[in-house]
């Protein structure tokens, strides 16, 4: 936890926050801090600055807090995300708020297993747990927005021309010829498949929609390493 | 499972193999495939190219293997990554076959925490078995070279020097003014640090060793999202 998020409720005056729970346990086990520490602090979805421990025992902290900076700037990224496993699509909420994603989506694909669609990891409250983990990482505030699409067809024909309209729009497709373009200016929307890729039929819907299939290289990256490796060429 | 790694024991005869176990598993109940069909194929550090099934049961498999062409090259890139808690070291040793590392060095760091060495992960057929995961999903034969090196300074005084001879000496650090290069040509030795970064004492202990301290922006990476991102950039 590199910022400690502040939430509407711990604001208990003007310059005042009172924080308990996991956050007050982390800060006391792992930051080790006391009062008259100073701590990296932010408003959910707000700014960012310090707060000077002023009182904290085992059950909750107060802390005096200044918040005079903007959080990091969003990356112009909407990211496509054919649903994962479970457990990889926990890691992969926390890794694009980590990077800086403005925009989520996990889509169905044919080669996503249905029983991925009953985990209760796409619930909101885990949903937005996982992202926060990511903005205290990386120290930022902002949540990006997660979209959550059952159906490819009616999502890519109906809702992605205007979601993705006046970006640079490319599918990860690892057979693709094209190689993923590096450092590119303005926004990106960036579709990912699922392990085994996207079938012939939904890069062709891609393809209609104006998305260019784009490769990394000979070598096939899993999702995790996918995704950082795409925005890191990206941007 | 992309492509199915032989062993030397799995040569039964010229261009016949005989596979049992986690492989065949992996091929009955993702593959699907049976008598006739054709897999991915290669032999541990060695050439690629497809094996033909003759004869399927539970137990056993045996194939016709044509290897015709060589692996994808390796990137001409060491990384020295500060030991990670187990569950990210398993992780990151995958990561760093499917991302086609040539080497990968395991080191201390102040703010590594001791407990982790204990862990079996570590160990020799630990290591290999998440190496070899990466390799299946890169479609990938070679291993990776993996040192461990329990002392941090007699490692960077004494053989580091050698070891990042004419190579690119970077090292990962998020207070860094320098940005981390794009596209360099040329090897590159790249050193990771922890959870909590390297401590300054250290950075100067690689910046005699001539290693740059270079940042990805403002966000601070998780080691997870921090490796893709940093190998993205500069191959």
Same mark, same amino acid.
């Given at each position: 936890m590199n910022l400690l998020l502040l939430l509407p409720e711990d604001i208990i005056g003007p310059s005042r926050a009172r924080i308990a729970g996991r956050r007050l346990q982390h800060v006391i086990s792992v930051h080790q801090a006391g009062p008259g520490d100073i701590l990296s602090v932010g408003m959910v979805n707000g700014r960012m600055g310090t707060g000077r421990i002023t009182d904290l025992d085992g059950a909750v902290m107060e802390m005096d807090v200044v918040l005079d900076r903007d959080p990091p700037e969003k990356l112009p990224l909407t990211v496509i995300l054919a649903l994962p496993r479970p457990k990889v699509l926990r890691r992969m909420l926390s890794s694009l708020a980590v990077l800086g994603a403005r925009r989520i989506v996990l889509v169905n694909s044919a080669r996503v297993e249905k029983s991925y669609w009953q985990t209760p990891f796409l619930g909101e409250d885990a949903v937005r747990r996982q992202l926060l983990l990511g903005l @205290?990482? =990386? $120290? &930022?505030? =902002? %949540? #990006? @927005? /997660?979209?959550? $699409?059952?159906? %490819? $067809? #009616? %999502? /890519?024909? &109906? @809702?992605?021309p205007d979601l993705s309209r006046d970006t640079i729009r490319l599918a990860a497709h690892p057979p693709a010829t094209a190689a993923c373009p590096r450092a590119v200016r303005g926004p990106v929307t960036l579709a990912v498949g699922p392990e085994g890729g996207f079938i012939p039929f939904e890069i062709e819907l891609l393809r209609v929609c104006g998305f260019e299939p784009v490769s990394l290289g000979a070598r096939i990256l899993n999702v995790e390493t996918a995704v950082p490796s795409l925005i890191a060429r990206l941007f």
């Open positions: @205290e990482q =990386a $120290r &930022d505030t =902002a %949540f #990006p @927005e /997660v979209l959550i $699409r059952k159906l %490819f $067809r #009616p %999502f /890519v024909e &109906d @809702e992605l």
